[in-house]
C-alpha cells in the first residue's frame, strides 16, 4: 500500500476536502497553492461571500488527493485555519497522519429510522422492522426475531418516507446478521443492482444535510487570520 506525507503535496494539485459534521457532510474541490513547513496552502474557502471557520472540535476533515491511473490518497484527522501570510489570506491545512492508498470512496449511507416491512427468505413470513439505513450498495433494518434463513438469501423489504413523500420496494440478498443490544437483530443487505429511487433519495438526502451543515458553519464563523512569518 502506498503512503504519502501531506507536505509532499505539489503545487496546483486537485484535492476534494470532506468535512463531517454531526448532521451531515460537505464536500469542497480545491487546488494547492503551495506547501510550506509541513502545510498545505489553499485559497479561502467562501460560502455567499464568507470565509469559514474550520477551526471548532465538532467536525471531522478528510482530504482526498486524486492521481492519474492510481489509487487516490486520503489524509484523515485534519485541520484548516486561517492564515495570513506573505501579505495575502489563505486556509492552511495541516494533517499529522501519514496519507494512505484508498481503493475507492466509502458510499454514503443515510440513517432512514422508518417502520416497514422485510421478507427475508422466499418461503418466509412478513416481519415488521425499522429500516436502520440505506446506501447506493445496500441497506439494513431491525427486526425484533432472529430469521433462520442463511445468509446468501433473497430479501425484500418496503417502507416509505413520509415526510418526503418517496416509496421504497427493495429487493437484495442477506449478508449479515448479529443480535443488537436489545435482543433484536440487525439485518445487512447487499441491493441486487443499483436503485434510481435510492440514488434519488441519498442525493436529495446528502443536499439537505449538507445545507444544514453548511449554515451551521457560517452562522458560527468569525474568522481570525493567524499571521505567520
Not at 30 to 42: D, E, L, N, P, T
Request: hydrophobic share 35%.
Amino acid at each position: 500500500m502506498g503512503v504519502m506525507k501531506f507536505d509532499e503535496l505539489a503545487e496546483n494539485q486537485k484535492l476534494h476536502i470532506e468535512v463531517i459534521g454531526k448532521t451531515g457532510s460537505l464536500g469542497y474541490d480545491v487546488v494547492s497553492k503551495f506547501a510550506v513547513q509541513g502545510a498545505v496552502f489553499i485559497e479561502p474557502i467562501r460560502y455567499n461571500k464568507q470565509i469559514i471557520n474550520f477551526v471548532r472540535s465538532d467536525i471531522i476533515i478528510k482530504v482526498l488527493y486524486t492521481r492519474k491511473n492510481r489509487k487516490p490518497i486520503e489524509w484523515r484527522d485534519c485541520h484548516i485555519k486561517a492564515v495570513e501570510y506573505k501579505g495575502n489570506y489563505y486556509h492552511m491545512i495541516t494533517c499529522k497522519n501519514i496519507g494512505v492508498e484508498v481503493n475507492r470512496r466509502e458510499c454514503f449511507r443515510i440513517f432512514v429510522g422508518e417502520d416497514g416491512q422485510a421478507q427475508v427468505g422466499e418461503h418466509t413470513g412478513i416481519m415488521k422492522v425499522n429500516v436502520k439505513d440505506i446506501s447506493a450498495t445496500g441497506f439494513s433494518f431491525v427486526g425484533k426475531r432472529e430469521s433462520e434463513t442463511p445468509l446468501g438469501e433473497h430479501v425484500r423489504l418496503t417502507f416509505d418516507d413520509i415526510i418526503r413523500k418517496v416509496h421504497f420496494d427493495l429487493t437484495g440478498k442477506l449478508v449479515r446478521k448479529e443480535k443488537d443490544e436489545d435482543e433484536s437483530t440487525i439485518y445487512g443487505c447487499e441491493l441486487f443492482a443499483s436503485n434510481k429511487t435510492v440514488d434519488s433519495y441519498i442525493a436529495q438526502r446528502q443536499r439537505e444535510q449538507a445545507q444544514h451543515l453548511q449554515k451551521q458553519l457560517v452562522e458560527r464563523s468569525k474568522v481570525t487570520f493567524e499571521k505567520l512569518e
